[in-house]
């Protein structure tokens, strides 16, 4: 015998989390998203991500999901290929030069305007008026410095078995340094504990992409 007892608390090498990024083929309108909002300077959901928000979907077979941070719609199109039949997306962002390509690949995708809802407009003023205990998943991937809020509004928009997904949650592996002092950490983690101290919520924290919460609504 010559093989290596594996250890049980080995954590995975750059190789291992590379092949779990890419282990899922991406379908090519996520492709196409991710490749136009990297040309923008915009950093889209990762493979990994994509897979993930596609299985958190599908589970939940969402018929109502909303997002914050459209860019080019690559996380739509994620969410999309998971969600129920006659499913409805809205998506926030300030930024209307994003939401034109996204729409348009949105439409390409065979995805028609009755199926989602592109709103122009701050989160922060548009997700309070969103209906409450009526979505299937709220998936948070807008501005950093205002997760804390994003997170508050998501628990009331939550139907009970509802899904919280929250992208970037690590940063740059800013969040699990206690050294770091920088805006988007601290903000992080205060979003973060806020979930953890809630009743509210299951929670996993994954290490895919840049770090992707996931909590389940009681
Ligand atoms: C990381 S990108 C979103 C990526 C997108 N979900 C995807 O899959 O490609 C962040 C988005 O947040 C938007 N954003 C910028 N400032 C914002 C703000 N103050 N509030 C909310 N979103 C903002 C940007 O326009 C951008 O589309």
Redesign the pocket.
């Known amino acids: 015998m010559n093989s290596t007892q594996p250890q049980n608390n080995a954590v995975p090498s750059q190789q291992s989390w590379e092949f779990a990024e890419d282990y899922v083929a991406m379908p090519e309108a996520v492709r196409l ?2 490749d136009e ?1 990297t040309l923008s300077g ?4 990762s493979p990994g ?1 994509v897979a993930t928000l596609t299985v958190l979907a599908a589970t939940t077979r969402a018929k109502l999901v909303v ?10 199109l ?1 969410l999309f290929e998971g969600m129920a039949e006659g499913g409805i997306l809205t998506s ?4 209307t030069d ?1 939401q034109l390509p996204a729409r348009k690949l949105l439409t390409e995708a065979g995805y028609t305007s009755s199926k989602f809802r592109l709103i122009a407009g ?3 003023e548009v997700l309070p008026k969103l209906n409450s205990g009526a979505y299937d998943i709220v ?1 948070v ?3 950093k ?2 997760y804390v809020e994003y997170v508050a509004n998501a628990e009331r928009l939550l139907r009970p078995g509802g899904l919280l997904v929250v ?2 949650v690590l940063w740059h592996n800013q969040v699990a340094d206690p050294e770091n002092e920088g805006d988007e950490a601290i903000i992080i983690r205060e979003a973060l504990q806020a979930v953890n101290e809630s009743d509210a919520y299951q929670q996993t924290l994954l290490p895919i992409g840049n770090g992707l919460l996931v909590a389940v609504k009681n």
């Open positions: 998203a991710r909002a915009l950093t889209p959901i991500v997002e914050v941070g459209t860019a080019m719609g690559a996380s739509a994620a926030i962002d300030p930024e994003s701050n989160p922060l998936f991937n807008g501005d410095l205002e992208n970037d």
